[in-house]
């Protein structure tokens, strides 16, 4: 049971370049969430999603966009990356409000 | 190198004491509380919850507190051990809509001197 899996592990990117991060549960999750982890800030919400199809804005959603085809995949798209971009992402599902949020491993984002 | 865990606070304590780790939060609102573990590169793992309407919560080793008068949290880990060494986040949800939209604090540094 992989859980949340997130791909790729690390990267770099050139200042206005694009890419998707991926993230894939196979724990039938309805609820999914995009953060963004920087030195002695925390994690901070991007955008959430609670079931295929609905999508909604974090604290932080500028730069980025989501999009929810399917209840297993949630990938995070940067349409134009900044250096203020670099970050460690995590993506995390739970089944329903109030229960434990599953996190993948995270993706190291580096821009330049 | 890992740049998580920077400028946080730090907590040292030796193996066998027991531990507690501090959160304030934010909202008197929220209505849900949850303790995340996070070893260097990997991803925060749960530890334990805890609902608005309950003061206090036990699981193995780890005891979540739940002040709502002071907005205060804390966590308790008995006979603390080396593999407990981490960084340590506490977090709220706020309202009944979105899911867990969670708000996390900035993480606490448990160091387990041997």
């Known amino acids: 049971n992989a859980g949340v899996t997130q791909t790729p592990k690390f990267q770099v990117l050139k200042t206005g370049q694009s890419m998707t991060l991926q993230c894939a549960q196979d724990m039938n999750h309805e609820y999914m969430s995009w953060y963004r982890q920087d030195p002695g800030m925390g994690l901070r919400l991007i955008h959430y999603?609670?079931?295929?199809?609905?999508?909604d804005q974090g604290e932080v959603p500028n730069g980025y966009n989501v999009s929810r085809s399917t209840t297993e995949d949630f990938p995070l798209r940067l349409l134009s990356a900044a250096p203020s971009q670099t970050s460690v992402y995590f993506c995390?599902?739970?089944?329903?409000?109030?229960?434990?949020?599953?996190f993948g491993q995270g993706t190291r984002l580096t821009v330049v | 190198g890992e740049s998580v865990g920077l400028h946080l606070p730090t907590l040292s304590v030796q193996e066998g004491d027991n531990s507690i780790i501090n959160c304030a939060y934010s909202n008197s609102a929220s209505d849900y509380f949850i303790w995340y573990k996070q070893e260097s590169g990997k991803g925060p793992q749960f530890i334990i919850d805890?609902?608005?309407?309950?003061d206090k919560r036990q699981g193995q080793r780890v005891t979540v507190l739940l002040n709502k008068t002071v907005k205060h949290l804390s966590l308790q880990i008995a006979a603390t051990q080396p593999g407990d060494s981490a960084v340590y986040f506490c977090?709220?949800?706020?309202?009944?809509?979105?899911?867990?939209?969670?708000?996390f604090g900035t993480g606490t540094q448990l160091k387990v001197e041997l």
């Open positions: 805890i609902r608005s309407n309950m």
């Open positions: 999603s609670v079931g295929a199809g609905i999508t």
């Open positions: 977090a709220e949800k706020i309202g009944t809509g979105g899911g867990n939209k969670l708000t």
């Open positions: 995390a599902s739970h089944r329903r409000p109030n229960t434990e949020a599953f």
